[in-house]
Each structure stands twice: as C-alpha cells, then as structure tokens.
C-alpha cells in the first residue's frame, strides 16, 4: 500500500510535538558555516538602484552580458532544495528566513497539505512532485536539505548510491548537502517491534512495528482512527511503511562514492560525536569538482 495518502491529512496533527523550529535554527547555523546559499538580506546586489542590471558608470554589452549572467549564477547559489519535504513545515521555515526555498516529495497528498501552508503564508516555495530517486530540477541549486528520516526509505544500496548521484550533479560547485538518517541500533533496539498507540480528540493511531533484522528492515503498520466532521463518527484507514536502517559507515562511504567530501557528523539529538547508542545522525558535505561561470 501507498505510504502517505490518507495519513497525510493528518500527518502535521501527530507531528506537531516535532522541534521544527530547532532543526530550522540548525540548517541556518550549518548553512552560514559551511554554505554558498544567502538569505534574502545578505545577498550581492546587482541593480544600480534604478532596477537596472548594469552598475553606475558601467556601460557596453559585454559588461550587462557578463552582470547578468552574474546575476544568474547568483540565483543558482542561493537556491536551497528541501529532498523529502512532506507537507512543508520545515521548507515554510526556512523560506521564512530568507532562502530560495524548492521542496521535491513523490506524495500528492503531502504536497497539498504544503500548498495550503504556500497559500495561508503567501511564501513563493516553488513544490515539485517527483519521485527522489528521478530528481530532475531545471539548475543547480547551492544547498540540498533532507532531514526526517527520508533517505531510510531507500531500501537497496543503489537507490541510496543514486539519489546521491543525482544531489551531486544538482549542486552549485562547492554546494552543501545535509541530511539526516535513522540508524540500524534505533530500529533493532529502540523502535523495533514495539507498538506505539496516541489518542487525540480529532484522530487516534496504532502504530505496529516489524523488524526484520537479516534485510535491517522496519515495517510499521499504521491503523489511523479520523473523526468526521458531519457524521462524528471516525473513519478508519491503514497505511503500511518500510524503512531500512544504515549504519555511518555506510552513509559516509556512499557519500563519497557520489563524488562529495564529507565535512561534519553529529549526533542529530545531542550535536555531539556519534556513537553506538547512535539513534539519529546527520551529515554535511560539499560537492567538489565541478567548475561553472
């Protein structure tokens, strides 16, 4: 069965205890460090202040040819793509503090709960339904994000290998990728087989997981209990998850596979140096090699 369908319409309700704010806060704080992307208000200006492209006392064609396609490069760098962005909240995040924001999901139902956020925020996200393993974007862009676990929905080695592949070929040269994943110690020991049941006045849930350890595979099957408005009376649904949990080796050696240097690894609960007890973990690394303008 599908993975978020129905549960999208209320994927946010069960999410909201999530510290969105807290993770946005980081990725601005790892983007300034180590990032090309400029928020909105430290960006080079082109204009002459008159809306012009070419600056005051600059004059022939070659010098506008060569300003906007400055101006162009510019735009690239600043672009910031959300992999995986769900139903917007963290993309509506960022956006607020200034970045060029793309958020790419292969779920329809997720990305109409994000441009409803688009619509009540008035933001200029630009929200693209494609699968991330046929990532397809019309530029580069300066900074990849991917957090809340997207990349354990990758089962295979190869679709790991080749979504990598492809955030590298899509980054501005010298570009930023981030991104976070649930390690095999939290699906074996912390997650795994455990029921997990929450009971809210609108919505309830049962939360059933599987591990399968051999294939390092979690399934959880969620029963979703939804109260109608007319009626009163609750809609039940059910909705079936694979995820497969990696260990940092792994993670780091695809990354470098894909042809990117690896600079920061933190425990994403304690941003310290990850260990066994390991449940979360994000990475940062830069693209290198590419040359463009």
Not at 89 to 99: F, N, P, S, V
Not at 147 to 152: H, M, Q
């Amino acid at each position: 069965m599908e993975a978020y369908t129905d549960f999208a319409g209320v994927y946010d309700i069960f999410m909201e205890d999530t510290p969105y704010e807290e993770w946005a806060d980081f990725l601005e704080d790892l983007i300034k460090k180590y990032g090309i992307s400029k928020p909105l208000g430290e960006r080079k200006d082109f204009s002459n202040g008159e809306g012009n492209l070419t600056l005051a006392g600059t004059a022939g064609r070659e010098d506008e040819n060569r300003m906007v396609q400055e101006e162009a490069l510019e735009t690239e760098r600043n672009l910031v793509l959300d992999l995986g962005c769900g139903t917007g909240t963290l993309t509506e995040l960022m956006y607020a503090k200034g970045y060029d924001m793309i958020g790419v999901d292969n779920s329809e139902a997720m990305l109409h709960e994000a441009l409803e956020k688009k619509e009540k925020s008035g933001s200029e996200i630009l929200y693209l339904c494609q699968d991330i393993r046929d990532l397809d974007l019309y530029s580069t862009v300066g900074t990849v994000l991917s957090v809340c676990d997207s990349f354990n929905y990758l089962l295979e080695d190869d679709e790991i290998e080749g979504v990598f592949s492809l955030v590298n070929n899509y980054l501005y040269p010298g570009g930023l990728f981030i991104f976070d994943f649930n390690t095999v110690y939290k699906y074996e020991k912390v997650i795994g087989d455990t029921t997990i049941a929450e009971n809210r006045e609108t919505c309830s849930f049962i939360w059933e997981n599987y591990y399968h350890e051999q294939e390092r595979i979690n399934e959880y099957d969620l029963t979703i209990f939804v109260k109608e408005e007319k009626s009163g009376l609750f809609r039940r649904f059910t909705e079936t998850h694979l995820q497969r949990g990696y260990r940092l080796d792994e993670m780091l050696g695809f990354v470098e596979k894909a042809g990117m240097e690896v600079i920061l690894v933190l425990d994403a609960d304690t941003h310290e140096k990850p260990g066994e007890m390991s449940e979360r973990i994000y990475v940062a690394a830069r693209e290198r090699g590419k040359q463009k303008g």
